[in-house]
C-alpha cells in the first residue's frame, strides 16, 4: 500500500493528497491499521493547539496586525543589507519559538514574513524558510519544542543547560541558516 501510495503521487497520477487518502482507506479496508489504533496516536494537543492559533494568525492577517508590526520592522531595518532583515526574523522567530510552541510561533509569524518580504520587495520563499526553520530550531528553552520538554522531564537537565548549550546551537544555526538563505534573496 505505502508503495502504491508513493507512486501514484510520483507518477503524478493522483495528488499526494488524493493518494494519501486512498492508502489509509486501503489500510483501514484491509484492517492493516484500526481507527482505535489511529486515534490513539493521534497528538490530539497539536491538533487543538493549532486549531486554536490558526484562527489567531487569520486575526493577524485580518485585523492588518501583521501589516503594522511588518512596517515597524521594515523602518527599523530600512538601510540594512537584507541579509540583516532576514536574520532579524530569523532570530525573532527563534525566540518567540523559546516560549511557546513552533507551531504556533509559525502560525503566528507567517504573516508577518509574508508583509515584511512584500514591503521590501524581496521574494518571499526565504522569509517564510526563516520562519519554518527559526520555529523548529529554538533550542535554548524546554518549553518552545516537544523534545525539550520530554528532556528536561527526565530531571536529568536544567535550565541553565537549555540555555547555554542549546543557547549555543540555537545562534550557530541562526547565523548558518540566515548565511544560507541569504543566498535565495539574490535568485
Not at 537537565?157 to 544560507?180: A, E, N, P, Q, R
Request: with cysteine; aromatic share 10%.
Amino acid at each position: 500500500i505505502l508503495i502504491g501510495v508513493v507512486l501514484l503521487a510520483a507518477l503524478q497520477i493522483l495528488t499526494i493528497l488524493s493518494s494519501t487518502l486512498i492508502g489509509v482507506g486501503a489500510l483501514l479496508l484491509t484492517n492493516c491499521i484500526s481507527l482505535n489504533n489511529i486515534y490513539k496516536r493521534v497528538n490530539w494537543q497539536i491538533i487543538f493547539l493549532l486549531a486554536g492559533m490558526i484562527p489567531l494568525g487569520i486575526a493577524i492577517s485580518n485585523s492588518r496586525t501583521d501589516t503594522y508590526i511588518a512596517s515597524h520592522l521594515i523602518n527599523l531595518l530600512s538601510g540594512q543589507e537584507n541579509y540583516i532583515a532576514l536574520g532579524a526574523l530569523f532570530g525573532i522567530t527563534m525566540i518567540l519559538s523559546g516560549f511557546i510552541s513552533n507551531n504556533a510561533t509559525a502560525v503566528i509569524i507567517t504573516p508577518i514574513a509574508v508583509t515584511l518580504a512584500a514591503g521590501l520587495n524581496l521574494p518571499v520563499k526565504p522569509f517564510i524558510l526563516a520562519v519554518l526553520f527559526g520555529a523548529n530550531f529554538s533550542f535554548f528553552t524546554p518549553m518552545g519544542y516537544q523534545t525539550n520538554t520530554l528532556i528536561y522531564g527526565t530531571g536529568l537537565y536544567k535550565f541553565k543547560h537549555f540555555l547555554i548549550i542549546g543557547g549555543l546551537l540555537s545562534v550557530l544555526v541562526l547565523i548558518v541558516g540566515t548565511f544560507m538563505l541569504s543566498m535565495l534573496l539574490n535568485t
